[in-house]
């Protein structure tokens, strides 16, 4: 008897537990069938209308037109000015990681590539000398307008490169070093260095354009061939070369049409005041640190071979006057010019007083 009532216990029970069990399950299908089956209707609506039907989202809506990510929407404002009305643009993210993601990584490469191959190319080639030697006689190569505008526009050139670099590269270099304290400072004094110095280098470009204009005028049959033998370079005899090489007109064009954009980029960032959006801003930012990498990177160029890189060429910008071994080895066809001219009277007489210019002579 009591085995069996056990079992007649157990079968109740399981019995009770099924029932709640099928209980539960249809309270939970009634509850979802309740919720699902309303909006049904508005699924399918949405899915087969057009969008014009479609009912907005006031704040869906309201941060697309902050962000100005369908359609420029200018909100109202006191505050009268380009862009005043606007809080957020999308392209101001995208120009700020354009400019940290690309700008700035490529052009590093670009800068420290030259650097290296002007490294490498000088342990390899060394200095190029005078190949017969120091004569001992100069001939004059620029007048005194000539230095002090190159002197000018190179002492400013070097300033703008300089801050332009540190605002651009200083928050990876400058901050482990100086701090974000000392960086602050830095990048400060570099701003306003870069805004007033290039004032003066936007005055300064269309004179010196003006002035080495006629010497920078390509030779076609002449340059060509220097061009094509990399003005001796890469080894062999130098080619023959005017007053201006090749590879220094090219560095003029290079500098004085990448100055001039610099200056009309510069003003649209330093003068936003000329109805200005920021569209314009970003794409005068970009433009303008594109061309300045571009002319930084031929300075390089022009700035080793008139330094370490060839000799007696530093001096023709310090007194105005080259040697006749170095005039007739690098510009043979000017130094025969000057020559054939009589200027020869202008060099030095002895080469015991090289900073001496001797009294005008004939040439025998």
Do not use: C
């Not at 006031?58 to 009268?80: E, M, S, Y």
């Not at 490469?109 to 001992?136: A, H, N, P, T």
């Not at 204009?213 to 080619?239: I, Q, T």
């Amino acid at each position: 008897m009591k085995k069996g009532h056990t079992i007649a216990v157990q079968q109740a029970g399981q019995t009770r537990h099924s029932h709640w069990r099928h209980l539960v399950g249809s309270a939970l299908l009634l509850l979802s069938l309740t919720l699902v089956l309303p909006v049904i209707p508005y699924a399918v609506d949405y899915a087969t209308a057009d969008e014009s039907s479609v009912v907005p989202n006031p704040g869906i809506d309201l941060w697309n037109d902050v962000r100005q990510r369908d359609r420029v929407v200018a909100g109202q404002t006191q505050v009268a000015g380009v862009d005043s009305g606007v809080l957020i643009t999308e392209t101001g993210e995208q120009w700020r990681l354009y400019r940290i993601k690309k700008l700035a990584p490529f052009g590093g490469m670009i800068l420290g590539g030259m650097i290296g191959i002007f490294v490498l190319y000088y342990l390899i080639r060394g200095k190029i000398r005078i190949e017969e030697g120091r004569s001992g006689r100069r001939i004059r190569r620029y007048t005194s307008a000539e230095m002090t505008v190159h002197w000018i526009l190179a002492i400013t050139f070097v300033v703008l490169a300089l801050s332009g670099l540190i605002l651009l590269y200083g928050r990876w270099v400058l901050i482990p070093l100086l701090g974000p304290e000392g960086f602050s400072v830095t990048a400060m004094v570099s701003k306003n260095l870069h805004n007033y110095v290039g004032l003066l280098f936007a005055a300064i470009v269309p004179i010196a354009f003006l002035l080495y204009f006629k010497d920078s005028l390509f030779n076609l049959k002449v340059d060509l061939n220097w061009m094509m033998r990399a003005g001796g370079y890469l080894g062999g005899h130098e080619p023959s070369s005017e007053k201006v090489n090749a590879g220094q007109k090219l560095w003029y064009w290079v500098a004085m049409l990448g100055g001039i954009v610099l200056i009309v980029s510069g003003l649209i960032l330093d003068f936003p005041n000329f109805q200005q959006s920021r569209e314009w801003l970003q794409d005068a930012h970009i433009i303008h640190t594109i061309a300045a990498i571009g002319v930084i990177a031929f300075f390089f160029v022009h700035f080793y071979l008139a330094t370490v890189g060839v000799e007696g060429a530093f001096e023709s910008m310090i007194n105005g006057h080259v040697d006749e071994n170095w005039a007739k080895q690098h510009h043979d066809l000017w130094y025969q010019e000057v020559v054939g001219q009589g200027e020869e009277a202008s060099r030095t007489a002895s080469a015991d007083r090289p900073d001496d210019l001797a009294e005008p002579q004939a040439r025998t």
